[in-house]
């Protein structure tokens, strides 16, 4: 049976997670849109799967290797008619594939544990792993961004994947910043939201504190602080970038065991949110594994 009414119900609740982030947040699910995107998700966290008529004729092999040989067959698989279809895209250019997928949550500890498998565990010597008064094993190289207030989804989604290239182990997100399943965020990611951990906060103060608590050296991006290339970030860290137009509030920045700032010349004072994080991330990466 092919949906061929724009005022299916299915339809009108895609419509609504795709602008609604309280929708998304109550049903946890977020929207993923284009055949790029759909084979960078984990099989087992999709919820369902949209595809035009043409679409469906298009992407069979990529349809059969993420769903395997029977997902005509499946409950929550759906042929929608190519007309409808575009009605539903949040693209300018639809490619006739969407899919819906669930959510992930992350709580701080996952942020900030050691994560590997037992294999790799058992082969790390004592000194890679450090035991806190929590009782947390702490990775000794913990690469954390935290994110103040950010709102535009393009600078977000960007430093999400520059996260994952540049080694990052995770990210904190104050809960007053853009919507991280927001679908401009989604693409912008290009596939490393389905791999890099992400927190959102609800009290970045005390969150930033329980690192500190843990060991991790917390510093933050601000014109008052020292020169980046002076520093050594081959130790667990983490970095507080702030709102694209104010920076880090003051609140914020006193939490920072030091303040670090990007060198500029010119008559540039600073770089935007996703720019800034890069140049970090990248000097952390270069000391970490080319010194």
């Known amino acids: 049976m092919i949906i061929t009414s724009a005022s299916n119900e299915k339809l009108k609740n895609i419509k609504k997670l795709l602008k609604s982030s309280k929708e998304r947040n109550e049903q946890s699910l977020f929207i993923v849109e284009g055949i790029r995107m759909f084979r960078e998700i984990p099989p087992e966290e999709i919820e369902s799967v949209y595809v035009s008529e043409t679409g469906e004729k298009k992407f069979e092999d990529v349809l059969e290797t993420s769903l395997g040989k029977d997902y005509q067959s499946m409950d929550d698989y759906y042929v929608v008619s190519d007309k409808v279809f575009d ?67 393009g600078n977000l989604g960007t430093i999400i994947r520059t996260a994952e290239g540049a080694g990052v182990t995770g990210i904190i997100i104050s809960s007053d910043s853009v919507d991280i399943y927001n679908p401009k965020v989604v693409r912008s990611t290009m596939g490393s939201i389905f791999r890099m951990p992400v927190y959102i906060s ?70 935007n949110a996703a720019t800034s994080t890069a140049v970090i991330a990248y000097e952390v990466l270069r000391q970490r594994n080319y010194l």
């Open 87 to 153: 009605s539903i895209s949040d693209t300018g250019t639809p490619q006739g594939i969407l899919a819906l997928v669930r959510q992930k949550e992350n709580d701080l500890s996952n942020i900030i544990n050691e994560k590997s498998d037992k294999t790799e565990s058992s082969e790390r010597s004592d000194a890679d792993l450090s035991l806190t008064d929590n009782g947390l094993n702490v990775s000794d190289n913990a690469f954390i961004l935290i994110i103040e207030k950010l709102q535009d989804p």
């Open 202 to 271: 609800d009290n970045l103060i005390r969150d930033i504190e329980y690192l500190k608590e843990n060991g991790i050296t917390v510093y933050g991006a601000h014109l008052k602080g020292e020169n980046i290339y002076d520093k050594d970030f081959r130790k667990s860290c983490a970095f507080l970038i702030g709102n694209e137009g104010n920076g880090l509030s003051v609140e914020v920045s006193r939490t920072a065991e030091e303040l670090i700032k990007i060198p500029m010349k010119g008559r540039v004072e600073s770089l």
